[in-house]
Nanobody, 125 residues
Framework: QVQLVESGGGLQQAGDSVRLSCAAS????????MGWFRQAPGKEREFVAG????????RYADSVKGRFTISRDNAKNTVYLRMNSLKPEDTAVYYC??????????????????WGQGTQVTVSS
């Protein structure tokens, strides 16, 4: 079992930067592929970024490529999402997710087993 707690959201201005954090409980964090997803009102939850167990492989949605960076610190059981050049369309609840089964960075939510409660990011223009 992995428990995930996100933090770092809030109200931002367009062009701002913010870093989200996701702290994981338990001793199995380093064996988890981690991902960030987001869900805007009335929309499906969508993949944002993912990172392999050792941090060597990352994947990004096209909409955030070049602006967002995912990273992890296995010693701190934490995964981060650095968000630069924020846009109003980045407004959403951001969720952290974990997959323990396979060391592959999937982009579909069905491949993730554990989810955090989410943190709201609102970007005003």
């Amino acid at each position: 079992q992995v428990q995930l707690v996100e933090s770092g959201g809030g109200l931002q201005q367009a062009g701002d930067s913010v870093r989200l954090s996701c702290a994981a409980s338990g001793r199995t964090f380093s064996s988890c592929v981690m991902g960030w997803f987001r869900q805007a009102p009335g929309k499906e939850r969508e993949f944002v970024a993912g990172i392999s167990r050792g941090g060597f492989t990352t994947r990004y949605a096209d909409s955030v490529k070049g602006r967002f960076t995912i990273s992890r610190d296995n010693a701190k059981n934490t995964v981060y999402l650095r968000m630069n050049s924020l846009k109003p369309e980045d407004t959403a609840v951001y969720y952290c997710a974990a997959n323990q089964r396979i060391n592959q960075v999937f982009i579909t939510k069905e491949n993730f087993d554990y989810w955090g409660q989410g943190t709201q990011v609102t970007v005003s223009s």
